[in-house]
């Protein structure tokens, strides 16, 4: 999607990936096959580059920093990175910052946790969310514990050899996520506040913007983000998830320094899409207007489902509605994978969230009418 | 731009480009070099594509013909194709359909260009527009001719070894496009209709929809080119380019089987790009929702000028106007090639037409703030 968005900026890219079969490979004009997590293979392909940017946040630390001692300009840098790839970090930064987060600490065992819970000052009570500082995501190396006699019998998360944070277990009434962009010398743009509705830990909808924020609060949520991302010398495309409690108050859930998937809904529904907004920041270039196109725009992600093919739904998809947007990731369906996403925009909202909805359930295979 | 439309629809490309600073092949994740005028690089290139489809007319039709025969698929088909190769065999076509054309005969001489503006029946007069019937654009291998005198002078386009199209010279008050996408099972959608402001005989704005067009005569434009469509069997996109006059008539200009730079507007300023409908028809897809999403939407193509080197006036583009959506080809600018084009769109014509002028000047250089 990025490069999609590359296209008519003019940029020249080239691809390191996994593999042949990945998304980003399968539509890439230069395309190098390597591991990134091999410090030789990031040199050879950093060779040529102007910038480096990212899709995800797992280049080991150690290898970013590296690189930047060699004159690797990298896009967010290897100091700004380390706040989404490591959350003992990014906690420890925000609240030196006073910026909200849910009580946590960093756990040594489950006697630790247990403390955590019931004897710390302010304890956090039960139950507790266990997470891996590192590695973690879509709710993968996150565990909830209930109570002191299960966090006796949890022993998984600190197997991995990565400390553990503890953290309560927020009280939301539902999860935010504020989109901002930052250039290299401080421009920035913030879009619309989303709602992000998530499902056994995977963003299934995004809401934008999100309905009923009162408009404080959206702008408070916007100028936390702003400030993170300034804080934090961030360059490119912020994420901040959030959670909305019903007593009004912003807890920082996580940081992506990315084009992240509560902005895919800007591709259709913006009028510059955090993609292209991200890679104008990371070359440096002046900003694009974040605005809303529509009232409503809703994004609902495709997940793998019953079907292996996903061609005949899809062609019913179309069909049925001519103005539902399809993204497709050209990845093989696997039961539960990200395999795309569809947006829908219009003034009832609704109707547009019914619209995603229902393509989404459809492609997943859910429903069939 | 039809790769970029291309990536979330998951299709595969393979382009066949006449060298390597081609813009599609600066962007195509497989590209073959090679000479499109040439039968066994057409075949070889064929081989393993479900379907061909094509960004330009010049390949020869006798050979686009031979791909068919041997059961290569192309979209639109040969027997539609000629009709945008061939403005004899257009005008031959459309008149017996009854769609009405400006005055024309095949002339093979000066005398006979004389005859035709003086002695046929419904003479059409002084001045006449000689056209070679194939191998014109963009105002090449198109002469006016004023007078008797002037028609006796002229030799050029007999000289090509083309048949020579004389035409009366339309007292127009200005031009229209009409944009439609047809599918192979017969599905058809049609754009708004749209003025093109021609500067020089080249394409300089299109502003969607066409101002102050009369709601009958859109209608009538519309049909006119779902008409075409169906009659000529076109699949994919159909540019309808108009001479709209003071007694309200509508004649045909010419005729475009691709994405065409009259529905460019269509990338920003329509819920589904011609880009992407071409390829939903191309590929026998349902097409998508052709409504603008803006009032005015106004396209300004950039033309190569003083700058050999866009990036500084880019950046000034930018940064002055968040809202201008600016598309590069890749291209190497030369004085008076199209180099992109920049769209605005907005609820005021007039700010959006200035905005996007303004964006078109200062890129080639005409204005410099």
Known sequence: MTLEAGI????GFRVLSDGPGDSAARVAPEVT???????DTLRAFARGCDVLTFDHEHVPAAHLRALEAEGVTLRPGAAALIHAQDKGVMRARLTELGIPCPRHRIVDGPEDVRRFAEADEGAA?????????RGG?????????????????????????????????VDFTRELAAGVVRSPHGQAVAYPVVESVQVDGVCDTVIAPAPGLPEPLALHAQELALRVAKELDVTGHLAVELFETADGRLLVNELAMRPHNTGH??????VTSQFANHLRAVLDLPL???????????????LGGDYPDLYPAFLHCMARDPGLKIHLYGKDVKPGRKVG???AFGADLDEVRERARHAADYLRGVIDE
Do not use: C, I
């Open 8 to 11: 008519p900026l003019g940029v």
């Open 33 to 39: 096959v390597g591991d990134y997590r091999d410090l």
């Open 125 to 133: 009570g039960w139950p507790v969310v266990l997470k891996t500082v």
């Open 137 to 169: 995501y879509d709710g993968k190396g996150v565990w909830v514990v209930r109570s002191a006699e299960a966090a006796r019998a949890t022993e998984d998360p600190f197997r991995a050899g990565v400390p553990v944070l503890a953290e309560e277990l």
């Open 265 to 270: 809904w800007t591709q259709d529904g913006a």
């Open 288 to 302: 694009g207007d974040p605005r809303p196109r529509a009232p409503w725009t809703v994004m609902t992600n495709v």
């Open 341 to 343: 996403h569809v947006t």
